[in-house]
């Protein structure tokens, strides 16, 4: 046997035995991929996350599915990613509370949020604005205060979750004010901004992107910035730090995760087109810096670093709300 052919043999025999991982990296992705989103359709992060899958479906060849798995303050979502195979096949775009306070607000996870998944990037993050029902007579914070103690325990308040952004933001308020406030916890939040703007609830929170068509509509109304700068969006609506409350701060990050175990190669690929994405000056403007989003992309260390920091915030946030987990 010639010695060319035979080392083609040899070399070829190699390369059956290389992990399916290491295989699939030079050619991934080779079919069509799965994001999870653990919410309801229509929010920010999965109008953002689609228009990123579309683009990253054009670049690659490949069709990518999106899989809304709302319920269980994200835990339902995360869980289906956390027990998918590491191929980078199925991902996670999701938000702070998956990672951050489930931790706290739950005695047991179906995942482990520092072991279960990879970071993957950073997309956006945003502000939020404290919102209320068009017809509620209050446009200042100090005013709903006032309402609050005028009618304790009439006011309510929607959320996507305990634990979520509103949760405790609003929890803190009550805590901080002495005020009375119901809170009332719906799948996500597309259906806790609809019960707003039909008079279910009074009062949320939401940013730029998925409360701008309700506010120009009519329906519902922002008092503050819950953060330090205002929105070029609403300009004359002033922050909570200006208003005085400046402990009343949150902000909402969408990021992308993959399961534990998913090939180095295949992150890095992904994580070089999410940015590439994100930092393309048309793309933003039309689906973040538009509706009121930052771009933060970035790598997988920086997203680890986010959640560490935020871990030790929303700690304090956790234990002044007097939380308990269930």
Not at 229 to 247: D, I, L, M, S
């Amino acid at each position: 046997m010639p010695e060319l052919n035979r080392r083609a043999i040899l070399l070829s025999g190699a390369a059956c035995w290389l992990p399916a991982g290491a295989r699939a990296q030079g050619t991934w992705p080779a079919k069509p991929l799965r994001i999870v989103v653990p919410f309801a359709p229509g929010g920010g992060i999965d109008v953002l996350t689609r228009a990123v899958a579309n683009e990253l479906s054009r670049r690659w060849g490949q069709p990518i599915v999106m899989d809304n798995r709302a319920g269980a303050g994200s835990l339902i979502g995360a869980d289906v990613v956390a027990k998918s195979a590491p191929d980078g096949y199925t991902l996670l775009a999701t938000v702070n509370q998956t990672m951050v306070a489930n931790r706290f607000l739950y005695k047991s996870l179906p995942y482990d949020p520092d072991r279960s998944f990879e970071p993957v990037s950073l997309m956006v993050a945003s502000d939020q604005l404290l919102l209320a029902n068009a017809a509620l007579p209050v446009n200042t914070l100090a005013e709903l205060i006032a309402l609050a103690k005028k009618e304790p325990g009439k006011l309510a308040y929607g959320s996507f979750g305990i634990g979520s952004q509103p949760h405790l933001l609003y929890e803190t308020l009550k805590v901080r004010e002495g005020i009375d406030l119901l809170h009332v916890p719906y799948k996500g939040i597309t259906p806790k901004l609809t019960a707003l703007a039909g008079g279910e609830v009074m009062l949320g929170t939401g940013s730029v992107a998925v409360a701008a068509p309700l506010v120009a509509a009519g329906k519902i109304k922002p008092i503050s910035v819950a953060g330090a700068k205002r929105v070029p969006q609403y300009p004359n609506v002033p922050t909570t730090v200006e208003q005085g409350y400046a402990y009343a701060q949150t902000a909402i990050w969408y990021a992308l995760f993959a399961p534990a175990g998913t090939p180095p190669a295949v992150l890095d690929k992904l994580r070089a087109e999410v940015k590439s994405i994100l930092a393309d000056p048309a793309f933003a403007e039309a689906n973040a810096l538009s509706k009121g989003l930052t771009v933060v992309a970035g790598d997988g260390a920086q997203l680890q670093r986010t959640i560490r920091d935020e871990v030790q915030v929303t700690a304090a946030q956790i234990k002044a709300a007097g939380v308990q987990p269930e």
